[in-house]
């Protein structure tokens, strides 16, 4: 069983940064793909990053690639999710998503384990 808690969300002009934090429970985490996923109101949850186990893969949404960037500190079982150039359009609870067996890490279905979401706001 793995919990996932996120931190940082909040309120940010538009073109600043932010930097979210999932902080996962369990000594296997390690092991886990680890994503980002984000819900808009009256959207679909919709893809944002993933990282695999070692850290040496990821992958972005092209929406944000070049502006956000997942890291992993299996020491600490955290993985973050810098965001800079924040848009109006990134605005939406952003969740933390993780899974053992996951071929293709950009459908939340594959995923195991979720937090409870963070809100981001970006202001224009």
């Known amino acids: 069983q793995v919990q996932l808690v996120e931190s940082g969300g909040g309120l940010v002009q538009a073109g600043g940064s932010l930097r979210l934090s999932c902080a996962a429970s369990?000594?296997?985490?390690?092991?886990?793909?680890m994503g980002w996923f984000r819900q808009a109101p009256g959207k679909e949850r919709d893809f944002v990053a993933a990282?695999?186990?070692?850290?040496?893969?990821?992958f972005y949404a092209s929406s944000v690639k070049g502006r956000f960037t997942i890291s992993r500190d299996n020491a600490k079982n955290t993985v973050y999710l810098q965001m800079n150039r924040l848009k109006s359009e990134d605005t939406a609870v952003y969740y933390c998503?993780?899974?053992?067996?996951?071929?293709?890490?950009?459908?939340?279905?594959?995923?195991?384990?979720w937090g409870q979401g963070t809100q981001v706001t970006v202001s224009s």
């Open positions: 998503a993780a899974g053992r067996s996951i071929v293709v890490p950009t459908t939340s279905p594959q995923y195991d384990y």
């Open positions: 369990g000594r296997t985490f390690s092991t886990y793909t």
């Open positions: 990282i695999r186990w070692s850290g040496g893969t990821t």
